[in-house]
């Protein structure tokens, strides 16, 4: 995973206006899944798109959580298969508008049946695993109560957050390798990540064939691309008319306090 420097970041997060988002104008991936519950192959298409790109901070929950790598990788497939197969959806409350907040329910109810699985098992019960959707008239599924070894909830937004901003990196390289400026994006990627004063602008310059007041215009339209690129990829998390701008500064809270 890229190494971010959180100061740089914020930096240029922070310079995003509180605006109408035209990422919102069509369904988001989110509102897809929850508008059919994840019956219809359109919903569980997005819902799969949702649980591939945010793998590495249920993945990294489960790590933190004390687990050994492959222990932990083997439990984050089972999670997302189990999550997959069965829709896993029925107590998803679009009030909540965030699949985030689901993800984490969920990631902690699993948690919650491995433990239960795994004490069975040492007293020799054979009891299957509830689903990741049990729920009684008194106890809400997904709403389980954390356990000592459980890691904090901002670990995982920490992590979430994270995942938002690589998957943002991957796409501006995506779209500059797409117009043929792969090599105008490695010389410009530090004036993202917080890596600038390894390379001067004037050598940046050099490197492209462009001029200093060229590279700087450069770099702010990098800038602002990347901005607008976080913005979008929230938005696919986030119920159709969700607050982007509200999830974009607590995740750069969540970051400023790591």
Do not use: N
């Amino acid at each position: 995973m890229q190494a971010w420097h959180w100061s740089h970041f914020t930096e240029i997060v922070q310079a995003v206006k509180v605006e109408a988002s035209s990422a919102l104008i069509a369904p988001t991936r989110w509102t897809l899944v929850l508008r059919a519950r994840g019956e219809s192959v359109e919903a569980r298409g997005a819902l799969s798109e949702l649980c591939e790109a945010y793998y590495q901070p249920v993945f990294r929950f489960l790590r933190r959580e004390g687990r050994e790598e492959d222990a932990a990788r083997e439990l984050t497939q089972e999670f997302f298969a189990r999550l997959l197969a069965g829709g896993g959806l029925g107590a998803a409350d679009p009030r909540r508008g965030r699949f985030r907040s689901y993800l984490l329910g969920a990631v902690k109810h699993f948690l919650a049946d491995q433990r239960d699985r795994e004490h069975r098992q040492k007293r020799g019960s054979g009891v299957a695993p509830e689903s990741l959707d049990a729920q009684t008239d008194t106890q809400p599924a997904l709403q389980v109560a954390d356990h000592t070894s459980t890691p904090d909830d901002t670990l995982f937004d920490r992590e979430w957050a994270l995942a938002v901003m690589d998957r943002a990196l991957q796409t501006l390289a995506a779209e500059f390798a797409g117009a043929d400026k792969a090599e105008q994006f490695t010389v410009l990627k530090p004036w993202l990540v917080g890596d600038a004063a390894l390379l001067p602008q004037a050598e940046a310059a050099t490197r492209l064939g462009l001029s200093e007041s060229a590279i700087k215009v450069a770099i702010h339209r990098l800038r602002k691309r990347f901005r607008d690129v976080i913005r979008a990829e929230i938005a696919q998390t986030v119920d159709e008319g969700g607050d982007v701008d509200m999830e974009l500064r607590y995740l750069v809270e969540v970051l400023a306090k790591g």
